[in-house]
């Protein structure tokens, strides 16, 4: 759970899906209001919302879909699958402009947050708590075992890299992946967020690619991934520079 932690910075960075109850403030016809909708789907710009976590700046996001589920006079039930940082209530107050009289947002739920989704593996916090209690005091722990993911499962929206197991010590120590210890890749550019595993699937580290997985068909040397975050206890694998020491 520790280490898992780690990488919450990445889930958080990830794609969202909501849903959410917009209230319109006056009566209004479907096809305009189709139409309306449609204008946010792809880059938009957005200002934070007065109530906000983040400065009250103009910036630019981007709404993949908006798929208008159910109305009921004048409630607009609407899934919305956008970039993280997008404001839904804001969303709804600025269609609620261009229809002439106003909107606002009723309710939200987070339905994904990155290849975390609502219908097949995220739970409540009660859900947890009833999964300890049953752990912490009739020794089930059925129910935690059923929610509880391994942390590799975090990762599998973002490139991998598989390493030698002879460099996945000197990883958690913090050294550099270098050219020879990678033994297969996926596709990545430079500047990406990879994720360093080992020859049996464990996530060993998130790192920043030096270069583009197309340079790194062709070099022998030099560095390709950065670590950034170690999620790999230390001496889990054996020291790959014992041999040099030796000698």
């Not at 839904?88 to 009289?101: E, F, N, S, T, V």
């Amino acid at each position: 759970m520790e280490n898992a932690t780690k990488l919450m910075s990445l889930i958080s960075k990830a794609g969202k899906e909501y849903v959410c109850i917009m209230q319109v403030h006056c009566d209004y016809k479907m096809d305009e209001l189709k139409e309306i909708v449609n204008q946010f789907i792809g880059e938009i710009y957005q200002r934070p919302p007065v109530r906000s976590s983040v400065k009250r700046r103009t910036r630019k996001r981007r709404v993949y879909s908006i798929d208008i589920l159910e109305t009921e006079g004048r409630l607009v039930l609407m899934k919305i699958a956008s970039e993280p940082g997008t404001y839904m209530r804001k969303i709804c107050h600025d269609i609620g402009i261009l229809l002439g009289c106003g909107a606002h947002m009723r309710e939200l739920r987070r339905t994904r947050s990155g290849i975390f989704t609502e219908d097949s593996n995220l739970v409540t916090l009660h859900e947890i708590s009833e999964a300890l209690y049953m752990y912490k005091h009739c020794k089930d722990e059925s129910d935690l075992r059923r929610i509880l993911l391994p942390m590799e499962f975090a990762v599998c929206g973002i490139p991998k890299v598989v390493i030698d197991d002879d460099a996945v010590n000197a990883i958690t120590y913090g050294a550099t992946l270098n050219a020879p210890g990678v033994v297969a890749f996926q596709n990545f550019k430079k500047g990406e967020n990879v994720a360093i595993m080992t020859l049996k699937g464990e996530i060993v580290a998130i790192g920043e690619s030096n270069i583009n997985s197309n340079e790194l068909q062709n070099v022998k040397k030099g560095i390709v991934v950065k670590p950034k975050r170690v999620l790999m206890e230390r001496d889990v694998y054996p020291k790959g520079w014992k041999k040099n020491e030796k000698d």
